[in-house]
């Protein structure tokens, strides 16, 4: 049995937030107020990345694939919403 890359789990420490805001300055505010797992003085890292939803893209030929591949998808799953 193998440990991993990390010697020891208390070496790492991950996780990560989905939150919508508005702005990517909102998004800072919001990391601002997260809590400090080494400790209040310590130093540690917070990345902060946009993600971007299906409606966030202009019409185009890719995107009305990709609908029509997730509800293919969808149908293959539950096999009801076919009838629907």
């Known amino acids: 049995m193998l440990d991993g890359p990390f010697a020891e789990t208390k070496e790492l420490i991950g996780g990560y937030w989905l939150i919508q805001v508005k702005s990517k300055e909102e998004a800072i505010e919001w990391a601002k107020r997260a809590p400090a797992p080494h400790g209040e003085r310590a130093e540690g890292e917070i990345e902060v990345r946009q993600v971007f939803e299906l409606e966030d ?18 149908k293959k799953k539950n096999p009801g919403l076919a009838r629907a």
């Open 57 to 74: 893209f202009k019409p185009s030929e890719a995107v009305e694939r990709h609908r029509k591949l997730g509800k293919e998808l969808a």
